[in-house]
């Protein structure tokens, strides 16, 4: 009879082959996905060359540009050619040109590519989002990415896991983003290094597929070789329609083995931010002495979906955007933004005196769209808060959800959204 298995470990076991899997082992898993972007494909395009001269599934890998897109200089343009023009050679079914594609970790979920019970791979540390479905899923790097074009397969040690306790209800103005910061402010940017997060517990039936999403996209911030959540109702609600290939769902056994349990009541949580410069400096902004900003982003794969827009405008509509301040609205994708003109977010943001952008990771990575001068203070719902991370080594960011960002963008220093709406 196979040990009692974490959710992580079951989907292992299925796509090893084996009846089993433990922590440490070693294992070769046939893959149901492989995701690069417009910075990490060029060199894994180089690398699959000398191996190979045709993928393994044309329908499982998927190639979007979206860093340094709409490009943002020639050498931008030159890595986005380089991505497209292997995406026509090897037919991949799931390119997705400027215009239309989205934030990779916002477009993916959104197209019903990344399913409850499979193993996803990006070349993109953030690649852990789809956890939200079901998924194992992991970043790696551009090697391993061209390994896995050309065969399906690549090889994981079994992570040990962590268990996630969710209990309560989240209050207003409160979202997925406080929460995991909460999480990482309690155990550390390497409180679960190459361990897996597994969220568990009855307060996961109060959160959206949005705040899933956001607290999964984050699980590599404390280290996390992946974070995943059980499929319920409101997975499947959010699957239909979306994802058309069968699936399968898996629940970690009662009595799976965690190295330890965090538990996280939801009803205690208040906004908070993560002060630079690490996502492990949690504080609620109500015990932030006044700090003047200059700058605010407000989407990314972490918090650039219709329910992060829609919180934001609630707090914005009515008010203007701080004369010292430059508010910048990034949809995660396409149909967030038509979505986004068609409830007036976009009216209401620009009216307020921001800017709203196409769909770009841009400034998360300080790749372009709002790069910070030295002395420059950003409040970001973007996912990392390094020195230098959006511009100057002697700029500063802090990380927060789109309720104090919003808040923050009116009254131009870090606020709560309870001090404007």
Known sequence: ???????????????????????????????????????????????????????????????????????????????????????????????????????????????????????????????????????????????????????????????????????????????????????????????????????????????????????????????????????DAITRQYLDGRVKKPYTPVAADPDAEYVRTVTINLSELTPVVALPHLPENVRPVSDIAPTPIHQVVIGSCTNGRIEDLAQAAAIIDGHQVHEDVRAIIIPGSQAVYLEAVKLGYVEIFVKAGAVVSTPTCGPCLGGHMGILAKGERAVATTNRNFRGRMGHVDSEVYLAGPAVAAASAVLGRIAGPEEVA
Not at 121 to 139: E, K, L, M, R
Not at 200 to 209: K, W
């Open 1 to 231: 009879m196979a040990r009692p298995m974490t959710m992580t470990e079951k989907i292992f076991a299925a796509h090893a082959g084996l009846p089993e899997v433990q922590p440490g082992q070693l294992i070769e898993a046939k893959l149901d996905l492989v995701l690069g972007n417009d910075i990490t494909t060029p060199p894994a395009i180089k690398e699959f060359e000398q191996i190979s001269d045709k993928v393994f599934d044309k329908d499982k890998i998927a190639l979007v540009p979206d860093h340094f897109t709409p490009n943002k200089d020639i050498k931008s343009a030159e890595m986005a050619k380089t991505m497209r023009e292997f995406a026509r050679k090897h037919n991949i079914t799931h390119y997705f040109e400027v215009g239309r594609m989205g934030i990779e970790h916002v477009l993916l979920p959104e197209q019903g590519l990344v399913a409850p019970g499979e193993i996803i791979i990006g070349a993109d540390s953030h690649t852990c989002t789809y956890g939200a479905v079901g998924a194992f899923a992991t970043g790696v790097g551009s090697t391993d990415m061209a390994c896995a074009m050309a065969t399906g397969e690549t090889w994981f040690k079994v992570p040990a896991s962590i268990k996630v306790e969710l209990t309560g209800k989240l209050a207003k103005w409160v979202s997925g983003k406080d929460v995991v910061l909460k999480l990482i402010g309690m155990i550390g940017v390497d409180g679960a290094r190459y361990q897996s997060l597994e969220f568990a517990g009855e307060g996961i039936a109060s959160l959206t597929m949005t705040d899933r999403l956001t607290i999964a996209n984050m699980a590599i911030e404390a280290g996390a070789k992946n974070g995943i959540f059980p499929v």
